[in-house]
């Protein structure tokens, strides 16, 4: 795939760049595998300072910032301008914690002195997708910088801008420029990349095949990674429910990025005396919202990041209704090979069909009609993916018990499924593995390392 910025509103080409060699590829890791001694051993408060200052600088550029995505896939200037500042507040969160974070852990063993230190690996390379072309970066980088590491960043190659973006500002907020780079390659380097012993560990979020491709090769190294991949949320919405708050989050849920979003609400399960009402509402709620040029500030979704991507989804939702789906609500593609998306919605979702067994990566809502509770957990946790889930009902004690049995890494109950600092962030199942986020994120990187002192030595007395 040509490494360009493409305008998915208009349909033009914006920026070519040329690829790196892998001689080019190679200086650039030579470098951050030098600079990685130097930074590991600065202080928590100098890293500190410098993530800091990046947090201010995406906030003096959060405008343009929001105008590069808008560009580059297609996101509304006033959902970028949100995953800026989300960004901020994730550099702000590392630097204030990560001193805690990782600091010695006391454990009482048979020595004198006993902990666990966390000490960094040095290169992480990052693989990153485009649909959150900021944060998925951030949320990568804010930790493994501020836990002493240094990143490469492989970037989507439909989002070259934002990349040199989000260097920039680090370079600007005083990082020493090896300690970030983006690495303008394609999918062709990065096996020679995580072969290379300079490289410790790696981070993707992608596609399932991608992940298992990453996780195959690092493996064969005994390297680490982690791994963010597909999701295929469910939306649980019981008979108790506040409908019409649920429907109308659920609009919101499913239309997070124009729906594309691993954690957007993607499989609809409701309790059956509520269902056709639940689809109805659904229904209002998605016709309301107003497509458009993603630089006008009124436009609520844009269109999808390629128009590849929509052909692909246009694909699974004929095929899904040729094996029995039924739609409720027509949108989709106004012809092949455009990218805009109008939100659609399949019911009568079956197994065997392609909507219930892939993930369908845009705004499309798939309704399952669930006979109970119990039933309703049946078909959350019907499904190779568990990255996110919500519940919706209005006992709370039963909402907790039932989200302990859904087959996720996170259960909101009565709220929007986000990623947000505070708490860990991943999956389980084909969703990948390890975290991102919160303490947990910052340990994935580190040497988790035992260090056991034992009593002072006995040295006997010098004979004359």
């Not at 690829?19 to 990685?36: D, G, I, N, P, Y």
């Not at 295929?232 to 609009?251: G, I, M, N, P, Y």
Request: net charge positive; hydrophobic share 45%.
């Amino acid at each position: 795939m040509p490494i360009e910025s493409y305008n998915p509103h208009t349909g033009r080409v914006l920026r070519r760049f040329t690829a790196f060699s892998w001689a080019k590829t190679e200086r650039v890791l030579s470098q951050a595998h030098r600079a990685a001694a130097p930074w590991a051993a600065t202080s928590f408060a100098e890293r500190a300072a410098v993530l800091r200052r990046a947090a201010a600088l995406l906030r003096e550029r959060q405008a343009d910032l929001a105008r590069l995505m808008a560009l580059e896939m297609g996101k509304p200037v006033t959902d970028g301008r949100a995953e800026v500042l989300k960004c901020a507040a994730c550099c702000e969160f590392y630097a204030e914690h990560a001193a805690g974070f990782l600091a010695d852990e006391v454990i009482q063993t048979d020595a004198r002195r006993s902990f666990i230190s966390y000490q960094p690996l040095g290169v992480v390379l990052a693989i990153m997708p485009w649909n959150f072309p900021l944060w998925q970066v951030v949320r990568f980088a804010a930790p493994a910088l501020m836990a002493g590491n240094v990143g490469l960043l492989k970037h989507a190659s439909n989002v070259p801008q934002c990349a040199l973006a989000l260097e920039k500002i680090f370079h600007d907020a005083g990082l020493p420029p090896a300690c970030f780079r983006t690495l303008l390659i394609g999918s062709d380097l990065v096996e020679r990349l995580l072969a290379d012993d300079r490289v410790r560990a790696a981070t993707l979020t992608g596609s399932e095949a991608a992940g298992a491709s990453v996780a195959a090769i690092a493996g064969a190294q005994i390297k680490k990674t982690v791994l963010e991949l597909g999701g295929s949320d469910a939306f649980v919405v019981l008979a108790d429910a506040d409908l019409e708050r649920a429907a109308k989050t659920a609009a919101q849920a499913r239309m997070i990025n124009a729906g594309q979003s691993c954690i957007a609400a993607k499989r609809f399960i409701v309790e059956k005396p509520i269902i056709r009402e639940f689809i109805r509402q659904l229904k209002n709620h998605l016709l309301a919202l107003r497509p458009g040029d993603p630089l006008d500030d009124t436009t609520q979704y844009g269109p999808l990041a390629r128009p590849d991507l929509a052909d692909e989804l246009t694909r699974q939702v004929a095929d899904s209704v040729a094996q029995g789906a039924r739609v409720e609500l027509f949108g989709g593609q106004s012809k092949p090979g455009t990218a805009l998306f109008r939100p659609m919605i399949l019911s009568n979702v079956k197994p065997g069909q392609r909507a219930y067994e892939e993930e369908l990566f845009g705004p499309v809502a798939l309704v399952l009609e669930a006979k109970d509770a119990d039933d309703a957990v049946r078909l959350a946790n019907d499904s190779r993916f568990g990255l996110g889930a919500g519940i919706w009902t209005a006992d709370l004690r039963r909402g907790e018990a039932l989200a302990r049995r859904i087959e996720s890494g996170a259960v909101f109950v009565n709220g929007l499924v986000k990623s947000m600092p505070e708490l860990p962030f991943g999956g389980i199942k084909k969703s990948g593995y390890g975290r991102e986020l919160s303490y947990l994120g910052i340990r994935e990187f580190v040497n988790q390392k035992s260090i056991w002192i034992g009593p002072e030595a006995n040295i006997p007395a010098k004979v004359e």
